[in-house]
């Protein structure tokens, strides 16, 4: 079964920090670059951190650029986004995504995604 699955998710209150795991299964992971896209309730999605595949390289959208920090450990398979200063206006389910191509701009581009997990709910709130 070749699969990614998201966890980490929560609630957490404005100013907090959370970190969430992206582990992939059935596949060997070093060989994608990996987006974290978000999708807050009623809105689009919006890539909020990419890493390539050797994690050499890293970007954000600017709404967290200073805030979240995306890393992978490849012997783990594993992907995490550590989100620190939460705002409100981060409340969205969170997924990680994994794609042959890396993308420095961050941008969704979901046809050229392989493999998706099912996402993990992250609300801020006081």
């Known amino acids: 079964q070749l699969q990614l699955v998201e966890s980490g998710g929560g609630l957490v209150q404005p100013g907090g920090s959370l970190t969430l795991s992206c582990t992939a299964s059935?596949?060997?992971?070093?060989?994608?670059?990996i987006d974290w896209f978000r999708q807050p309730p009623g809105k689009g999605r919006e890539v909020a951190a990419c890493?390539?595949?050797?994690?050499?390289?890293?970007n954000y959208a600017n709404s967290v650029k200073g805030r979240f920090t995306i890393t992978r450990d490849n012997a783990k398979n594993t992907v995490y986004l550590q989100m620190n200063s939460l705002e409100s206006e981060d409340t969205a389910v969170y997924y990680c995504?994994?794609?042959?191509?890396?993308?420095?701009?961050?941008?969704?581009?979901?046809?050229?995604?392989?493999?998706w997990g099912q996402g993990t709910q992250v609300t801020v709130s006081s």
């Open positions: 890493i390539s595949k050797g994690g050499g390289s890293t």
């Open positions: 995504a994994a794609k042959q191509k890396f993308h420095p701009f961050c941008t969704f581009t979901g046809s050229e995604y392989n493999y």
């Open positions: 059935g596949f060997t992971l070093e060989h994608y670059a």
